[in-house]
């Protein structure tokens, strides 16, 4: 009997050491694919969370803020320890004892398990911090064995690479935690409205309950289960000794309340800028950089003149609309019974690009005078929309008349059911009451009817000194349309490109009081013969350049053009970056050719500053995220800067191109004042009292107005016209409808500084000399040139003939 157990017992061994050599090679196997193709983890140790980057304007107003995961990461050391033991102790009580995977944490995982099985309750996980951080970062969250135990390997080789100290800086950075909370510094923002080291501690054991499900414990929809889980942490970091047994009965009596994230006060306008910058940016720097690198990015734009130059265009494109565009008809319509025309209001949708203050309202009775619309009014997210009622007049709707689809107006409204009916749904803005009105149900506000205009424009402004783009509005609104038309948008023109024909007969010596021809001019074409005409349709004979200019007078322009050589034009539009290929033919003399806003704005800045090349810039400084400098726009040298006590005063040298010599530009910025006092672009400088120089530009069929203007302080440039290029309609030049916009552009942008005039530079002779309309100026002369205008010869004048090249259409330019 003995001898059979002993052989039995031997068999055994036999039979389990087999097993165990099989076990062995079978483990030994799984472990070598498990480790075959491991991911690197060495670059964990200089690994920086992605962070959201963030746009401020001029003023340090936060403009934007760009990112793929809202992240504020915090170094290990910034993070309360009360922070680190809460999470430790609900993720992972031995982490700072184990290796990387617990053992006995997995067995005490398996126990509870297995206890669970016969109630249902949801098995308990086993993985370490620095699984978890191998698993997120590394692994993946494929769930098979295989993960497992490539992310048990990972987390041995974590333990030995890194400290324990950087892992759960990793971790902490890392972990989601609901609410678009990435890291425990964002989530106690998104929840609590406060930093890491304001947190209570029930608010500290709440983030560290979230990791396992954070849905499943939002305190707003599941406060319960909140509250469960955040009382079972506090239990664990009294088990560990972090706090005491009475602290965490006193913190499980705290509500949890979240308050939410208040989101920084950000700049309400500048989408158009905003947008620009954050396209430069990734040209720059890359997408991911741009969005995750937490870069901090200081632009040039100056708040206040950015919302006075969007209303400045706002309001100008709804005058043209209002005088042009007529009454297209209501957004929509609805039944406008007592009872249900609240929901059905709520039903539609607002149109893209209304501004705020406008709002949606239904017409509820009109009769021949007056209209009776209601509309709803929320003034706050947890607030229910009330109703209110005003009245629209007759009397503010002499504009509102029918607009065929032919672009012809109707007649003016006679009766108010010429406009609106019962039922329809419009826009509207309330009008200011004055002291006599009252506000009383017998009468009640009263409104006027808006409507987002088909016409576009753009305006640049820029410090014509620096480049340096202060405002930029690409449209009427950035909600209806993204497409920016100061930078994106090759327009005609016109008149406003005629200081580059005059400024290389200028540079010639031609004297800005040298006689020319406003007589009628024929140009041969392969379409056909070309007779280019003055706005006016009449011929003033000879003229100084300065009146040739301050007319905007075509037939001077072409006649001028073809004397100096049209290659001498296109090699100045080149120069100053407006047309950098333009076609030789004489019709690109009146701006045939096609530019941008942004191009004109920088053109007319090298007349203001003596002729220096204007490079055009939206941002200023770029830092990343350890606040070192990665890029400047201003690359000026400074010499004598690391001078000590004692030596010269540094200075900052200029090494921008001369476009120009600063006699020719500060002569052509005498022409452009005289066009802004005495020519057609009046408008421009009204009111101001100070020096404006600037240039009207209309385009054959009055299909583009513009206006490009400039002070010693600013240059702005403003064009107005239709995406889909069509007539403005007749009479509607730059100076009635783009002027206007640059006037009230530059009363807002300088409306607290004195008047600065313009400085001639050394070596101009400044020579008095009366005008046409008997008024005297000093005109400004190149040396020796004072004497030097021709007189107009008997024989001079008649036609003019010329050719251009197959293929370019001639019939077109600038009217005004």
């Known amino acids: 009997m003995g001898r059979l157990i002993a052989r039995l017992a031997g068999f055994g061994l036999a039979v389990g050491l ?11 196997g799984f472990y070598r694919q498990a480790t075959v193709d491991l991911p690197e983890h060495a670059w964990l140790a200089d690994y920086q969370p992605p962070q959201m980057s963030r746009i401020y304007a001029a003023d340090s107003k936060l403009m934007a803020e760009l990112a793929l995961e809202r992240r504020v990461f915090l170094p290990i050391s910034a993070i309360p320890k009360r922070v680190q033991a809460a999470f430790t102790a609900a993720e992972d009580q031995r982490f700072w004892e184990h290796h990387g995977v617990d053992p006995i944490g997995i067995a005490r995982a398996v126990i509870s398990n297995v206890e669970g099985l016969a109630s249902g309750r949801r098995a308990a996980g086993a993985s370490t911090i620095t699984q978890q951080v191998a698993k997120n970062m590394l692994v993946g969250n494929e769930r098979s064995m295989m993960r497992k135990m490539r992310e048990a ?17 990793i971790y902490l950075n890392e972990i989601f935690l609901g609410a678009q909370a990435y890291g425990v510094a964002a989530a106690a923002m ?15 054991a709440f983030l560290a309950a979230l990791p396992k499900a954070p849905n499943n414990y939002n305190p707003a929809r599941y406060p319960e289960a909140a509250k469960a889980r955040r009382d079972w942490v506090l239990d664990r970091m009294a088990e560990d000794g972090a706090v005491t047994r009475a602290e965490a009965d006193a913190a499980k009596q705290e509500p949890i309340v979240a308050r939410g994230r208040a989101r920084p006060d950000m700049v309400a306008v500048g989408q158009y800028f905003t947008e620009e910058v954050r396209r430069e940016l990734v040209t720059r720097f890359g997408q991911d950089q741009t969005t995750m690198g937490g ?20 309001d100008g494109l709804m005058a043209y609309d209002r005088r042009r565009g007529g009454w297209r008809g209501p957004v929509a319509r609805v039944v406008a019974a007592t009872t249900e025309w609240m929901p059905a209001l709520e039903g539609v949708p607002r149109p893209a690009g209304a501004p705020p203050e406008w709002r949606l309202a239904v017409v509820l009775s009109a009769d021949a005078r007056e209209a009776r619309l209601g509309w709803l009014e929320k003034p706050d997210r947890a607030t229910p929309a009330q109703p209110r009622q005003g009245s629209l007049l007759l009397e503010d709707l002499a504009w509102a008349r029918p607009a065929a689809r032919d672009g012809r107006l109707g007649a003016a409204p006679r009766r108010m059911q010429d406009v609106v009916a019962v039922g329809d749904v419009v826009l509207v803005e309330s009008l200011p009451a004055t002291p006599a009105q009252g506000r009383t149900p017998a009468r009640p506000a009263r409104l006027a009817l808006r409507q987002v205009p088909q016409v576009e424009g753009a305006v640049v402004a820029l410090d014509p ?24 948008a090759l327009r005609q023109p016109g008149s406003s490109f005629k ?17 020319l021809l406003d007589g009628p001019i024929e140009i041969r074409t392969p379409q056909g013969v070309w007779r280019p005409g003055n706005y006016s349709g009449n011929f003033n004979g000879w003229v100084t350049m300065r009146t040739a200019l301050q007319k905007s007078l075509n037939l001077v322009t072409v006649r001028l053009a073809q004397e100096i050589g049209i290659d001498r034009v296109a090699e100045t539009a080149a120069r100053f970056h407006v047309i950098p290929n333009m076609p030789r033919v004489l019709s690109m003399a009146l701006g045939a050719g096609e530019t941008t806003v942004m191009r004109m704005a920088a053109a007319y800045a090298s007349f203001a500053n003596g002729g220096k090349e204007v490079a055009p810039t939206l941002i200023d400084s770029v830092q990343d995220r350890f606040g070192r400098l990665v890029w400047r726009a201003d690359t000026r040298r400074c010499e ?13 040298v200029d090494e921008r191109k001369q476009l120009t010599d600063p006699i020719a530009a500060y002569q052509m910025v005498s022409l452009l004042q005289g066009v802004v006092q005495y020519g057609t672009g009046t408008r421009a400088g009204a009111g101001l009292n100070r020096p404006v120089a600037g240039k009207t530009g209309t385009t054959n069929d009055y299909m583009d107005n513009w206006f490009v203007g400039f002070t010693p302080d600013i240059a702005v440039a403003v064009w107005i016209g239709y995406d889909e290029p069509r007539t403005l309609g007749s009479g509607e030049t730059g100076g009635s409808t783009a002027a206007p916009v640059f006037h009230d552009v530059v009363a807002a942008a300088l409306k607290d500084s004195p008047p600065v005039p313009f400085r001639a530079p050394p070596g101009v002779a400044l020579v008095r000399v009366q005008l046409d309309n008997g008024q005297t100026i000093l005109e400004p002369f190149r040396p020796g040139t004072e004497n030097a205008a021709r007189p107009p010869a008997p024989e001079e004048g008649g036609m003019v003939t010329t050719d251009t090249p197959a293929g370019v259409d001639s019939n077109l330019g600038g009217l005004y």
């Open 153 to 169: 390997v990972l987390a041995f080789r974590l333990e030995t690479a890194l400290p324990k100290e950087r892992i759960l800086e």
């Open 640 to 652: 004598g800067c690391d001078s000590g006590p004692g030596a010269t005063p540094p200075r900052l």
């Open 18 to 28: 087999a097993g165990a050599a099989v076990g062995g090679v079978a483990a030994y």
């Open 190 to 204: 998104n929840y609590f409205n406060k930093g890491l080291d304001e947190l209570s501690l029930g608010e500290t």
């Open 499 to 515: 200081p580059f024909v005059y400024l290389p007969a200028l540079e010639m010596g031609i004297p800005p009081n040298q006689q």
């Open 295 to 314: 870069l901090v990015v200081r632009t040039s734009m100056e708040p206040d003149l950015q919302a006075a130059t969007e209303a400045a265009l706002r």
């Open 465 to 488: 000194q620096t480049g340096r783009v202060l405002a930029m509005a690409g449209g009427f609104a950035f909600e209806k349309s993204w497409f920016n038309r100061a930078t994106q």
